[in-house]
């Protein structure tokens, strides 16, 4: 069963720039597809932003389109936001989760595995 630790999280000016981190441990993400959710301050709900499958393709929500980037490296035990032009209302808490199913999953329900989050703050 795959561990999956997030780092990377911090204050940022709106307009600036953080990269992400999901860390596998236990296995690699060979077989994964890992998403990147986020839960903003008094949502009950985590809202996807980001997925990449085991084969490279990935999709991203319409609200960080063009300023997201999801990628992993080539031993495929790291996954990574880069998180550009960063607003306001990208604060979050931001987490990854990975299933062993190969497509792309957009709900929270969908993902087995999670890490334990971290916190991005843009101010204005």
């Known amino acids: 069963q795959v561990q999956l630790v997030e780092s990377g999280g911090g204050l940022v000016q709106a307009g600036g720039s953080l990269t992400l981190a999901c860390a596998a441990s236990?296995?690699?993400?060979?077989?994964?597809?890992v998403g990147w959710f986020r839960q903003a301050p008094g949502k009950e709900e985590r809202e996807f932003v980001s997925?990449?499958?085991?084969?490279?393709?990935?999709t991203y929500a319409d609200s960080v389109k063009g300023r997201f980037t999801i990628s992993r490296d080539s031993a495929k035990t790291t996954v990574y936001l880069q998180m550009n032009n960063l607003k306001p209302e990208d604060t979050a808490l931001y987490y990854c989760?990975?299933?062993?199913?190969?497509?792309?999953?957009?709900?929270?329900?969908?993902?087995?595995?999670w890490g334990q989050g971290t916190q991005v703050t843009v101010s204005s």
């Open positions: 997925a990449i499958r085991w084969s490279g393709g990935n």
């Open positions: 236990g296995r690699t993400f060979s077989s994964y597809t």
């Open positions: 989760a990975a299933d062993q199913r190969r497509g792309y999953y957009y709900t929270p329900s969908d993902y087995p595995h």
